[in-house]
């Protein structure tokens, strides 16, 4: 009997090293199949322990892209933590994701890095508008629900932020605040906008997010000598004061 239990042991030993030395190539190539809009040129290492180069999503090149085994952080769920890093020439993003067995992230944690607005699409909701300038991230966490938020916290700023295409207008810079749900509001996460810096349209409000329902209320102060912004809001109304404005509405994420 000891004999058989120690080559079950053995054996056990010899199939987890082979898994954990088990090339990352071996493993995404199945994966790219399904993965339509992920594409990439090369893999390195190990499933464990590796990297891609020529990684691009939906198109938008992202240059390499690094993950690193973290441990396990639910043993009866199979949750896992990896700790991913993506940089190339525009941008530079580090998180620690927790992922089910299927690849869906439940959390992203400690959030660091920054990004070209360019990068963030709101053709469905803005159409011909393009953004400018620089996103910082700064996230304690994110916590996800069928890849929809529920709760977080931290920072996100957004630097020499402007508009282009249809409209040409810049906002200097922006702070998205994210507050962790609360026992006033014990479902979703709250955030708080407001501008950083001067600018012909500034803007402060807040609203709060549950998975992909959402609810805003915001201020725009308009520079008083800018007689074209001025003419373009009275058309869409919301004045409350000299140059002051409110909006408030409810929406979807998708």
Do not use: C
């Not at 088990?22 to 322990?49: E, I, K």
């Amino acid at each position: 009997m000891r004999k058989w239990l120690l080559i079950i042991g053995i054996m056990a030993i010899i199939v987890v090293l082979i898994a954990w030395r088990m090339p990352a190539r071996l493993v995404l190539q199945p994966a790219q199949a399904r993965l339509p809009a992920v594409d990439w040129s090369n893999a390195n290492g190990t499933a464990w322990s590796g990297s891609v180069d020529g990684f691009s999503y939906k198109g938008i090149q992202l240059g390499t892209l690094e993950w690193e085994f973290d441990g396990i952080e639910d043993l009866g769920s199979q949750l896992t933590r990896w700790i991913i890093h993506s940089y190339g020439p525009q941008h530079d993003v580090r998180a620690r994701l927790t992922l089910t067995p299927e690849g869906e992230i439940r959390r992203a944690a400690e959030v660091r890095g920054h990004l070209p607005a360019s990068w963030v699409d709101v053709s469905d909701k803005l159409p011909l508008l393009y953004l400018e300038g620089l996103i910082e991230l700064d996230l304690e966490h994110i916590e996800l629900d069928r890849n929809l938020p529920v709760n977080g916290s931290g920072r996100v700023t957004w630097s020499q932020a402007a508009i282009s295409g249809g409209a040409n207008e810049q906002f200097g810079k922006l702070r998205l605040n994210l507050v962790p749900k609360t026992a006033d509001r014990p479902d979703g996460m709250t955030f708080a906008v407001r501008s950083l810096e001067p600018a012909d349209i500034s803007m402060q409000g807040e609203g709060h997010i549950l998975r992909n329902d959402y609810d805003i209320d915001l201020k725009l102060e308009i520079a008083l000598e800018r007689d074209d912004l001025m003419q373009f809001m009275q058309q869409i109304g919301g004045e409350v004061g000299p140059g002051l404005y409110r909006f408030a509405w409810q929406g979807q994420i998708r």
